[in-house]
């Protein structure tokens, strides 16, 4: 009896030392899986599609990432006076003439995409939505600028903010511009608004 008693005691003893390690282990699971890089990252925002704007836009994005708080800061130089939608996407290069893949003189959101992939962030007034509405995106000549717990956009995105190497593409040219109809639009948008103006890619400057 006192063997079986023993034999009982111990096996309990397991099972509660097995519980513990499943549960620090789930533990030390969750907290990596809201692990993120620290530091800055820089992308400069280079011009393509140059034709559509006498005024060539270029312009920069800032992100610091420091304890659960990422601060995002962008400016953009342009003279279109129309919303530029700003997302960062999961490629890692951006799109040159090369990608026109119709020849029609445009690289197009859609020839776009199948270089910078889909998006990853998008750059508006609700940061961790997808929902691209146009009117939570900044307009013509901006300054940008938003904040969130890291934790927090990481569980909105369902993934870790691994910044370095993705692509922001800046979309908006004015109206007047009348695209031919080979210019892809992006969902219910004009091809106008759905044309990509400008590209950076992200990089890591200090950690």
Known sequence: MNKI????????????????????LAQKSS?????????????????????????????????????DKIEIKSWLDDSANVVHMQNIHFGSRCPTMKDDINHDGYVDFNESKEVVKDIFLALDHDLGSLSLD??????????????????????????????????IIITGATPDRLLPRSVSQENNQTRESSIPIACGVIERISY
């Open 5 to 24: 008693i023993s034999v009982l005691c111990l096996l309990v003893l397991t099972s509660c030392g097995v519980k513990k390690e499943s549960s620090l």
């Open 31 to 67: 907290t990596q899986e809201l692990e993120m890089p620290q530091g800055s990252f820089k992308a400069i925002l280079r011009p393509y599609n140059l034709e559509l704007s006498g005024w060539i836009p270029y312009g920069m994005t800032d992100i610091k990432m420091e304890g």
């Open 134 to 167: 146009e009117n939570t995106y900044p307009i013509g000549n901006f300054t940008y600028y938003a904040n969130e717990s890291i934790s927090s956009l990481s569980r909105k995105l369902n993934q870790n903010l691994q910044l370095t190497g993705k692509v």
